[in-house]
């Protein structure tokens, strides 16, 4: 699949008098490509056009999260070492995640950030690793807990950050340990 977004492009149809029954949709160069059976008009045709333009966008947005996942737990390993925390077992975006920053699981050692913040500054993503890095340590919001998370020099910048850019409902750094 292209790097690009299929909900960008133009839409296609070519009709082919040898399809009967299936419609198909794919990323072409500049545009997406749907074939339909010729006698496929009107209602029937938008909807499935639309159908299938979803499915290669909902496709593309589990690409592009699975690439930036890896981006994310690459800058997870990077700051354990680079502050001597250990590292985590899992670390990934979470579209689910509405009311948290981020979440650290002790138990399964998986940590989950907050897609919300995919388009954050790093020093701001970095201070929300560090953050459920250090749960890792402490499970709690100990002081012990806010000397090994509050360890990156823009520590301060990103939490106004955050403060700024506000989650509905919960304190979004009420972290979801267990």
């Known amino acids: 699949m292209s790097?690009?977004?299929p909900a960008?492009?133009?839409v296609r149809v070519q009709r082919s008098a040898r399809r009967t029954k299936s419609v198909?949709?794919?990323v072409e160069d500049d545009h997406v490509l749907v074939q339909a059976p010729a006698r496929m008009r009107?209602?029937?045709?938008?909807?499935?056009?639309?159908?299938?333009?979803?499915q290669l966008q909902q496709r593309h947005e589990r690409a592009r999260r699975k690439a930036t996942?890896?981006?994310l737990a690459e800058r997870a390993a990077r700051l354990s070492k680079e502050y001597g925390?250990?590292?985590?077992?899992?670390?990934?975006?979470?579209?689910?995640?509405?009311?948290?920053?981020g979440s650290c699981s002790l138990h399964s050692r998986e940590i989950r950030v907050s897609a919300v913040l995919m388009d954050a500054p790093d020093f701001?993503?970095?201070?929300?690793?560090?953050h459920e890095l250090a749960h890792l340590v402490e499970p709690n919001h100990s002081p012990a807990f806010h000397a090994l998370a509050d360890q990156h020099p823009l520590s301060e910048r990103a939490k106004g950050y955050l403060l700024g850019k506000g989650l509905q409902g919960d304190d979004p750094w009420v972290d979801g340990t267990d």
């Open 85 to 101: 925390l250990p590292r985590a077992a899992t670390v990934q975006w979470s579209t689910r995640q509405q009311k948290r920053w």
């Open 69 to 71: 996942d890896v981006a």
């Open 42 to 54: 009107g209602r029937e045709l938008d909807e499935s056009v639309a159908h299938l333009v979803a």
């Open 24 to 26: 198909t949709a794919r």
């Open 124 to 130: 701001v993503v970095d201070n929300v690793l560090l």
């Open 8 to 10: 960008s492009l133009p």
């Open 3 to 5: 790097g690009v977004d």
